[in-house]
């Protein structure tokens, strides 16, 4: 796997899977979205639906689909195989790739000094 996705990963399985060489592949691994992967999403596809902008953009994102090569990965084979209930199990693992690398809010930080006098200072 290219190193600059080390970290920036997910690996689920599909309800159904992708039926490609005669069997059915599960085991998924989905890297976190870029920029990039809309925008050409939607220069391959500038009429298309955004279900298909969708699935394009997380056809790019799909590192690994089981033991299908990486060249037979294609948006067509993921349009003619990938179930509903798989499609959303791909927009779950985004989704919760994306909660998993936020950064935690200042404001949930401990420790940080406050600006507001205590009590005890405030009356003296």
């Known amino acids: ?69 990486p060249d037979n990965l294609t948006t067509e084979l993921l349009r003619e195989s990938l179930t509903e209930g798989d499609l959303a199990r791909i927009a779950e693992a985004d989704a919760e790739l994306e909660k998993k690398l936020a950064q935690p809010s200042a404001a949930s930080a401990t420790g940080a000094a406050s600006s507001t006098p205590s009590p005890e200072q405030a009356t003296t």
């Open 1 to 69: 796997m290219d190193k600059r996705w080390n970290g920036l990963t997910i690996t689920k399985e599909l309800g159904v899977g992708v039926y490609f060489a005669g069997s059915f592949h599960r085991s998924f691994t989905l890297r976190v979205a870029v920029a990039g992967d809309l925008i050409t999403a939607q220069e391959k596809h500038p009429h298309g639906p955004m279900q298909l902008v969708t699935l394009e953009v997380y056809r790019q994102q799909l590192l690994a689909v089981g033991d299908i090569p």
